[in-house]
């Protein structure tokens, strides 16, 4: 949550920040601003609202400064308010600072600044970094910076400035994401590689307790004591165009078209890096699935494929759930941390708590060199590419991938089974020449207030998908459920107004699904479902039906997914809502 970005070089660099900003703006969108130094002296414009109102502001103001820093901000200490938005000063406005995380004791250094008769201006945590920075200055930042670190408590990342020492700027993470990127004369800072993907593809990611000097000349990394430390260098094998639009309206539509690639290219990568994991998951007592959002919906389903091919028990939680259980977790197990961003701090702290006591960690992570990527015993990358809608659709699919993959590894049928899985890819493509259908029924449904997602097996998580999907952009009240369950509560909710989506795949549970479906009709709910194309039984009891390409069962997932990303998509985007960036969401969620 937050976007930080910092440039130093030969370049002006507010059209850099403000670029970067928008590419970091998934992150949150509160308020936005940035700081510059320019002739000696410290140039701070802040705005309420996206990036847009911010860019607007400076339009006539032709800065030239060559050093800078940028923040997009989700607000958590202090509501969204210009005064609230980053950067934050020092009082002589000599030192500023863009932040993302939580300083836990800032009260406790508020109040002792305070005592010494610092005045504050927000209602921020952020605001004690820079009066620390600026009270500890004695001509050299990174040495105040260090001192500064030595108080701070939470998971936080930084940026900071000073007009003393233009062309300089130290970067601090310890919790939240920070990479450097290494350019020619001119060197970057930001959250997040896709913001800085226009200027250079070499990325140095900061670990936890480390601090990136940078000037245009050069990048030194350091540890919280001052020790010089020597970081790889890494090429991200992306490039820009997959992080924009690409003619498509809104980013979630382009990357739900990209699905085939998506879980190609994951497959693809999986394969090549080498189908025998160092591991072998019969050797452990249980598997346990950590992983938020959507990525928990991915391992609800990663369970069922293990345990049919592993026969090892799953358990899969929420990672804020766990981190504060007393789940006797130990060496026999294997926990498996699913997460696009790889940084989403309830699942990180999950892995750590894992770590310690033992456990053997697996992640599941999208971008490469992440901090749960790092901090985990070994790593199943998704290949999805960059995924800048909030709403997760193309790393979900990528996820199954991986998970597939992983539950095949020990099947004495492994290759058939990865055969099949590499058929996907065409089968979403086919899923998805359908769309029309889709966006017809979205049009018909789209003021409907409430909306019911029911399934059964594999279709149950899906169900929990679709519904997440339709609430956090649409905004409209969504609920997944087991098909079964229905009967003991939820059916008091259908009558004429109902919608009720079914996923309804002919699997194992068809019947009884079907048999669901008339419980749903008896009481006037409106069914629109999603089965295999031809299957006239189901489209002939639903209001609404729409096909997919038949599949074997357990791939169902992949294709019956994709329609309820679609029609989630088609209603907020008729609704005239803001899909890529939804309100009170951020993509990566670094608070608890
Ligand atoms: C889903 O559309 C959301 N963006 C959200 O639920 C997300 O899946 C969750 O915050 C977990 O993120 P992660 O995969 O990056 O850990």
């Not at 938005?85 to 600072?97: I, R, S």
């Not at 249980?286 to 959002?293: D, F, K, P, T």
């Not at 097996?457 to 098909?483: C, D, N, Q």
């Not at 005239?576 to 951020?586: C, I, K, S, T, Y």
Request: hydrophobic share 40%; with cysteine; charged share 25%.
């Amino acid at each position: 949550m937050c976007g930080i970005i910092g440039y130093t070089g030969k370049e002006e660099a507010l059209p850099l920040l403000l670029g970067g900003l928008e590419r970091l703006e998934y992150r949150g969108y509160d308020s936005a601003g940035i700081a510059l130094i320019e002739d000696g002296k410290m140039i701070v414009e802040k705005r309420v609202g996206k990036i847009r109102e911010l860019v607007r502001s400076l339009w006539g103001k032709p800065y030239k400064g060559k050093t800078g820093i940028g923040h997009t901000r989700w607000a958590t200490h202090g509501e969204p308010s210009t005064e609230n938005a980053h950067p934050h000063t020092d009082e002589k406005e000599e030192f500023a600072v863009v932040h993302n995380g939580i300083v836990e004791n800032y009260l406790e250094l508020k109040r002792e600044l305070e005592s010494e008769g610092v005045k504050f201006r927000s209602g921020t945590d952020t605001e004690v970094i820079a009066h620390l920075i600026a009270k500890n200055y004695n001509g050299d930042l990174l040495e105040a910076v260090l001192k500064a670190v030595e108080r701070l408590r939470g998971a936080f990342a930084f940026a900071v400035i000073t007009v003393h020492e233009p062309g300089r700027i130290v970067g601090v993470k310890q919790g939240s994401p920070l990479v450097v990127g290494i350019g020619e004369g001119e060197n970057f800072l930001a959250s997040d590689i896709p913001a800085i993907l226009p200027y250079t593809r070499k990325v140095i990611a900061l670990g936890d307790g480390e601090i990136a000097d940078i000037t245009p000349e050069g990048v030194n990394i350091y540890d919280f004591s001052g020790t010089p430390l020597t970081k790889e260098i890494t090429v991200v094998p992306w490039d820009i165009i997959s992080a924009e639009k690409a003619g498509f309206k809104h980013f979630m539509l382009k990357e739900i078209y990209e699905q085939p690639k998506a879980v190609g290219d994951t497959i693809r990568g999986l394969i090549s890096s080498g189908s025998e994991l160092p591991f072998s998951l019969k050797s452990f007592r249980r598997v346990l699935i950590i992983a938020c959002g959507t990525s928990y919906h991915a391992g609800l389903i990663g369970k069922l494929w293990i345990e049919k091919y592993a026969q090892v028990p799953v358990e899969v939680v929420f990672a804020s759930e766990f981190r504060y259980s007393d789940s006797p977790v130990s060496e026999q197990d294997l926990v498996v941390a699913v997460s696009q961003s790889g940084e989403t701090i309830d699942t990180k702290f999950a892995v750590n708590y894992a770590r310690e006591r033992g456990a053997y960690t697996l992640a599941i992570v999208n971008v490469v060199g992440s901090s749960i990527d790092r901090e985990s015993d070994y790593t199943l990358h998704t290949h999805a590419g960059p995924e800048i809608g909030v709403a997760a659709t193309k790393t979900f699919l990528a996820q199954l991938a991986a998970l597939y993959f992983l539950a095949s590894s020990e099947h004495p049928q492994k290759e058939r089974l990865l055969e099949e899985l590499l058929k996907v890819p065409s089968m979403i493509e086919k899923t998805l020449e359908d769309a029309e259908i889709v966006e017809k029924i979205a049009q018909k449904y789209m003021k409907m207030k409430d909306f019911l997602y029911l399934g059964r097996y594999l279709s149950y998580p899906i169900a929990l998908e679709g519904a997440l999907k339709l609430k956090e952009i649409s905004y409209i009240h969504a609920e997944g459920y087991p098909a079964g369950e229905m009967k003991h509560g939820p059916i008091a909710l259908i009558d004429e107004r109902m919608p009720v989506v079914v996923v309804a795949p002919q699997d194992r549970v068809y019947e009884k699904t079907i048999s669901n479906i008339e419980e749903v009709r008896t009481r006037k709910g409106k069914v629109i479902s999603v089965g295999f194309r031809g299957d006239e039984k189901l489209e002939k009891l639903s209001e609404e039906f729409i096909p997919v390409p038949a599949v074997e069962e357990d791939l169902s997932p992949f294709v019956t997914s994709v329609p309820l990303q679609l029609l989630a998509y088609h209603i907020a985007s008729k609704l005239g809502l803001d899909v890529d960036q939804p309100r009170n969401l951020a993509k990566t969620v670094t608070v608890e």
